[in-house]
């Protein structure tokens, strides 16, 4: 296992920017396939960006594309997910996970594609 903590989350105004970040003590986190996911209440869990392995190429959903950067630190073993020009849509739960450094493309929107999940930081977005 790979324990995650996340931190980060709060209550913002639209418009505004949060950074969250996702620690690991584990596996060094270049290794893996890193991605963070939503869930806001009575929907199901969506994905919402996820960067490959080793200096992999980063992928987001379309609805936060040129908003929300994944990235990776990988001295500190923290992923973040930079989110700018925040929406009321973006109200949620926030999670991060962690999966094999070898997952394709096509399953990382997947929740069943991640072996490990962050307890979740909620994200307000309210005027």
């Known amino acids: 296992q790979v324990p995650l903590v996340e931190s980060g989350g709060g209550l913002v105004r639209p418009g505004d920017s949060l950074r969250l970040s996702c620690a690991t003590s584990?596996?060094?986190?270049?290794?893996?396939?890193l991605a963070w996911f939503r869930q806001a209440p009575g929907k199901e869990r969506e994905f919402v960006a996820a960067?490959?392995?080793?200096?992999?190429?980063?992928y987001a959903v379309d609805s936060v594309k040129g908003r929300f950067t994944v990235s990776r630190d990988s001295v500190k073993n923290t992923g973040y997910l930079q989110m700018n020009s925040l929406e009321p849509e973006d109200t949620a739960v926030y999670y991060c996970?962690?999966?094999?450094?070898?997952?394709?493309?096509?399953?990382?929107?997947?929740?069943?594609?991640?072996?490990?999940w962050g307890q979740g930081t909620q994200v307000t977005v309210s005027s």
């Open positions: 996970a962690t999966g094999s450094g070898r997952a394709i493309t096509s399953v990382l929107r997947y929740p069943s594609t991640y072996d490990d």
């Open positions: 584990g596996r060094a986190l270049r290794t893996l396939t």
């Open positions: 960067i490959k392995s080793n200096g992999g190429t980063s």
